[in-house]
C-alpha cells in the first residue's frame, strides 16, 4: 500500500517536472472539442502507458521493430491530429470514421468526442518521457526482465492515475473558463484551430528533438527539478523497493 500510494503521488508531482513539456499542447486541447474529449484522452493515455510500461519491450521484440519507430509514429499521429483540429472539414472526416471503427453501442456510450479523445490519449504513452524515480524504474527493470506481475501493474496504474489527475483538472478548468468568459466562447471555433496549429507544431518540435533538449535544459538549471523524487527517496520506500527486487 506504500509503494501504491508514494507511485500515486509521485505522478501528482510529475505535473511540476519538465515531463509535463511532452502532454502539455495535447492536454491544452482537450478543452476544446466533444464533451467527451478530456474523458476519452485520460483514459487513452492511462491504458497506453500501463500497458508500454509493463510490455513494452515484449512489443518490440514481437514486432521486430526499434522503440525509437513508436516515437516516430506517435509524432506523425500527434502532427495528423493536430490538422484535425485546425482544419474543421479534416475534424468532420475524422470523427465519421473514429465513429465507423467502434461498435455503434461504444460510440454512444462514450459520448461526444469520446473516440477521438481515446486515440490522442493513446498516443500519448508513446511519447511520455517521465522523469521516473526508483519506484517505476523498478517495475520497468522487473517488466525487462519478464517479471510482469499483478502488483507491478497495480504500481503503474497508480502512477499514470496520479499523472492523469491533474491533466484531466487543466481540461476540466479550461472548458469552465471557456464557459464563463463569452468572448472566447463566441470564438471557440478559432480557438480550436489554433490548438491544432499548436499541437501540429509541437509534433514537427518532436521530431526535431526539440522536447528533449528542453527537458535537459530545464533539468540542469533548475534545481528543485531534481527533488520532486523525494517521497521515493525514504528509507521506509526503498526497504519496499529492496523486497520487490528479490
Known amino acids: 500500500m506504500l509503494l501504491l500510494l508514494v507511485a500515486f503521488l509521485g505522478g501528482v508531482l510529475t505535473v511540476l517536472s ?3 513539456l511532452p502532454v502539455l499542447p495535447v492536454v491544452l486541447s482537450g478543452t476544446v472539442g466533444g464533451r467527451a474529449r478530456p474523458w476519452g484522452i485520460v483514459a487513452g493515455f492511462i491504458g497506453s502507458f500501463v500497458v508500454l510500461t509493463l510490455f513494452l519491450s515484449t512489443l518490440v521484440t514481437a514486432l521486430g521493430i526499434p522503440a525509437e519507430a ?3 509514429g506517435a509524432v506523425a499521429l500527434l502532427f495528423a491530429f493536430g490538422l484535425t483540429l485546425a482544419v474543421p472539414a479534416l475534424g468532420r472526416r475524422f470523427e465519421q470514421l473514429a465513429a465507423r471503427a467502434v461498435p455503434q453501442g461504444a460510440a454512444r456510450g462514450g459520448g461526444d468526442g469520446f473516440v477521438g479523445g481515446l486515440l490522442v490519449g493513446a498516443t ?4 511520455w518521457t517521465p522523469c521516473v524515480g526508483p519506484i517505476l524504474a523498478s517495475v520497468t527493470t522487473l517488466a525487462l526482465s519478464g517479471q ?9 496504474t497508480a502512477y499514470a492515475l496520479g499523472v492523469a489527475l491533474p491533466m484531466f483538472a487543466v481540461m476540466v478548468g479550461g472548458r469552465r473558463l471557456l464557459t464563463r468568459m463569452p468572448a472566447l466562447l463566441r470564438n471557440l471555433g478559432g480557438l480550436q484551430r489554433a490548438f491544432g496549429v499548436v499541437l ?3 509534433a514537427v518540435g518532436m521530431a526535431l528533438g526539440v522536447d528533449r533538449a528542453a527537458q535537459t535544459f530545464i533539468v540542469e538549471r533548475v534545481p528543485y527539478v531534481q527533488n520532486l523524487a523525494f517521497l521515493e527517496e ?3 520506500v526503498r526497504g519496499e523497493l529492496d523486497q520487490i527486487g528479490r
Open 18 to 20: 519538465p515531463c509535463i
Open 70 to 72: 513508436l516515437r516516430w
Open 124 to 127: 500519448l504513452g508513446l511519447v
Open 148 to 156: 510482469v506481475t499483478t502488483f507491478a501493474a497495480a504500481v503503474t
Open 200 to 202: 501540429a507544431l509541437f
Open 234 to 236: 525514504t528509507g521506509a
